[in-house]
């Protein structure tokens, strides 16, 4: 089957709802069942294009301003409100009644001349597909403020044989800019059916629907939309007639359709971006910005935090507690599953959701505002002179929210060296599941200075970034080029409540998905392992933690972290299952410390019993030996959905060389922090 069928087929099982790979594993939602016709999102990035597709399927795929946050094929029920009304117009001679709809939002695609595996695989569905493949109607998303830009793409689909309707969006930001478009006008222009939306806002939809069902039964597929060029010119003259010819539509297009000539003054968005974006002070806003959020958000989740940490340590262990012994099960190995393990692990996980949720949302009011991008535009800068491709800068932006989509997002990268690179780096960005660990551990040994210490934990991830990136071109890829980054920067906008809500909703859902998922499961294999005695004469259950073969085999590994300052069983074993799930290495923390008190009796706090371990293992250099923990944390291998996604991406032999490299990183890393801070603390 060659990869043309194969993604048809793949955009038909879409049609019937079969699974489909995400950025966290699951498929991006349903499709509306065998039959339903298909509906192709397609358009150039930072169109508004993944917003429309929340809009009208009511999904919650990840938005982002810059471009290969959609590299896969996401896909939803969209259900049409006139779906069932009837079309009186002289050609629908046999109206038929339109239900649900597949909706389907195409990787971004500024044409469908692919220079990016993400823009080839639009192209596929949209162009190479066998005819049973091909979406039923392609919406195109335009944005009104670029429009001659935005309509290459409109250019190029007219001269294939498909159905089509334009969705005309940021109507409002062209008429800050002095600038007018006549959606019937355009749509006179281009010979399709144009529809002005606001997704943001959710206006515009009715007509949207109106306009695709109106197609769906009246509009049959034209054989073709324009003659091709001169048969009997040679291919690269009859290509560049065929330029001339889409520049000429497009030139046209605009003139009769847009009106007034904008803004001679410079509008407000280019006027912050001299600031923003510039070389002195770019940098420095930026940081000032990262250190303001995460210093924002330990301040205020700190109170919400502790009365969570207090319900689940007292109220709910003990009420667990005295259920299960009037079932006769207060004092065996239940027991110590459902407080010490469930209880205690998921419990204190659950206690970060308050922060999660703050942190997500001021990133999502960031995101959603436009200066995201310009966060990419002024790191890529620094970046590039160091030596690191430009464009590649983009996955690694994804990564600080979660490696897995971030290393799906290397397809945007033409070269497949640059893309290997990338996806070697990206596990180097600190995902939001390390948050939770950075801000325990920084709360517990800084107090009031948390939010710095987790803001500078960002920081050394883009040193680890930068000098691994360095050395890996220096040594493996040195004949590689860099590029420039190109990147449309969105306007301004005032965030709105509804999508920061759905963004912060959507990303907090994925953090209570791992708590309740994989920490249960790594919780269960915790408590298996802590169960089953090695030494001693213990049974099953009453074995002391440090004599069962989870404490035998985490003090097996404990010795190689003695250079670290943080050779303590409890410590390495939560390393361990932090392999499983970032998060899992507190809910490890305190699965351990708790069942090492007797059963029933309060746990205490797991700040106190982690700051006594590292006090222990660090000969009372506790700060450097915290340090370097963080550090290795922060370095050392990725959770195990991030290595299946580094399989898939670049092969085998590659993501072995990342962990390997990554293990040398974290322990040399920790080691020096820890030797060197010695010294002064």
């Not at 946050?69 to 969209?78: A, C, E, K, M």
């Not at 195109?140 to 830009?149: E, F, I, K, P, Q």
């Not at 325990?440 to 991830?461: D, E, K, N, P």
């Not at 004469?537 to 085999?553: E, H, K, M």
């Amino acid at each position: 089957m060659t990869s043309t069928d194969l993604e048809a087929t793949r955009l038909r099982d879409a049609a019937a709802g079969a699974p489909a790979a995400s950025c966290h594993g699951e498929g991006p939602g349903v499709g509306a069942g065998p039959g339903a016709p298909v509906i192709a999102l397609v358009g150039a990035p930072n169109v508004g294009k993944s917003t429309l597709f929340n809009a009208l399927t009511g999904a919650r795929v990840t938005t982002g301003n810059w471009p290969g946050t959609t590299v896969s094929v996401s896909r939803g029920v969209w259900r049409p409100a006139h779906a069932a009304s009837g079309d009186s117009r002289p050609n629908c001679h046999t109206p038929t009644a339109v239900g649900e709809l597949t909706l389907v939002d195409l990787p971004g695609a500024y044409s469908i001349d692919p220079l990016s595996p993400d823009e080839a695989l639009t192209r596929d569905l949209l162009v190479d597909a066998p005819p049973t493949g091909r979406p039923d109607v392609a919406v195109v998303v335009l944005d009104a403020a670029t429009l001659a830009r935005s309509l290459y793409i409109v250019a190029q689909l007219r001269e294939q044989p498909r159905r089509m309707v334009v969705a005309l969006t940021m109507l409002d930001v062209a008429a800050t800019r002095g600038v007018a478009v006549d959606s019937g006008a355009l749509a006179e222009a281009l010979g399709v059916p144009v529809v002005g939306v606001d997704p943001r806002r959710r206006t515009g939809l009715d007509d949207l629907s109106r306009a695709v069902t109106g197609v769906l039964r009246c509009v049959p597929v034209p054989a073709r939309a324009i003659e091709p060029v001169d048969p009997a010119l040679p291919g690269e003259d009859a290509d560049l007639q065929r330029e001339d010819e889409r520049f000429a539509f497009i030139e046209r297009a605009v003139s009769l359709t847009t009106h007034g000539t904008g803004h001679s003054r410079l509008s407000r968005s280019d006027r912050i971006d001299r600031i923003v974006t510039a070389p002195v002070t770019g940098p420095l806003v930026f940081l000032a910005v990262m250190w303001a959020v995460f210093q924002l958000t330990t301040t205020v989740a700190a109170p919400l935090q502790d009365q969570l940490d207090r319900l689940f340590s007292g109220p709910v262990s003990a009420g667990a507690h005295r259920m299960l012994s009037l079932v006769g099960l207060g004092g065996g190995p239940v027991n110590g599953l459902v407080v010490d393990g469930l209880i205690a692990g998921v419990g204190m996980l659950l206690t970060f959701v308050p922060l999660m949720a703050i942190m997500f949302a001021l990133l999502a009011l960031l995101e959603d505002s436009g200066y995201l991008a310009r966060a990419a535009v002024v790191t890529d800068r620094q970046m590039r002179r160091l030596g690191l491709p430009g464009r590649a800068f983009l996955p690694l932006i994804v990564g600080f929210g979660c490696n897995v989509p971030a290393i799906a997002a290397t397809r945007i990268l033409p070269s497949v060296r640059q893309r290997i690179l990338t996806a070697l780096l990206v596990p180097f960005t600190s995902c939001t599941a390390r948050l939770t660990v950075y801000l325990l551990v920084a709360t517990t040994f800084f107090g009031r200075w948390a939010g710095t210490v987790v803001f500078a934990m960002y920081v050394v991830s883009i040193l680890f970034v930068v000098v691994v990136g360095r050395l890996l071109r220096a040594t493996l890829w040195r004949t590689m080029g860099g590029e420039p980054l190109v990147l449309d920067l969105p306007p301004y906008q005032r965030p709105t409540l509804r999508l920061t809500a759905a963004v912060t909703w959507q990303r907090l859902k994925g953090f209570l998905r791992t708590a309740t998922g994989v920490i249960v499961a790594a919780v269960c294999l915790v408590w298996l392992a802590q169960s089953i005695p090695v030494v001693g004469g213990d049974g099953f259950g009453a074995v002391p933690t440090a004599d069962s073969l989870y404490g035998v085999a985490a003090r097996a590994i404990t010795p190689l972290f003695a250079p670290a300052g943080f050779a303590a069983w409890q410590t390495t074993s939560a390393l361990v299952v932090g392999f499983v799930a970032k998060e899992a290495v507190i809910s490890s923390w305190a699965q351990t410390y708790a069942v090492a008190q007797p059963t029933g009796t309060d746990p205490g706090s797991l700040g106190e019993a982690i700051r006594t371990s590292f006090e222990a293992s660090s000969s009372g250099h506790v700060l450097p030996a915290v340090a370097a923990f963080l550090v290795f944390l922060l370095a050392y291998i990725p959770c195990v959905a991030t290595l299946a996604a580094q399989r898939r991406e670049i092969g085998w032999r590659w993501t072995l060389f990342g962990v390997a490299m990554q293990l040398t990183v974290a322990w040399v890393a920790a080691v020096a922090v820890f030797q060197i801070g010695r010294l002064f603390w």
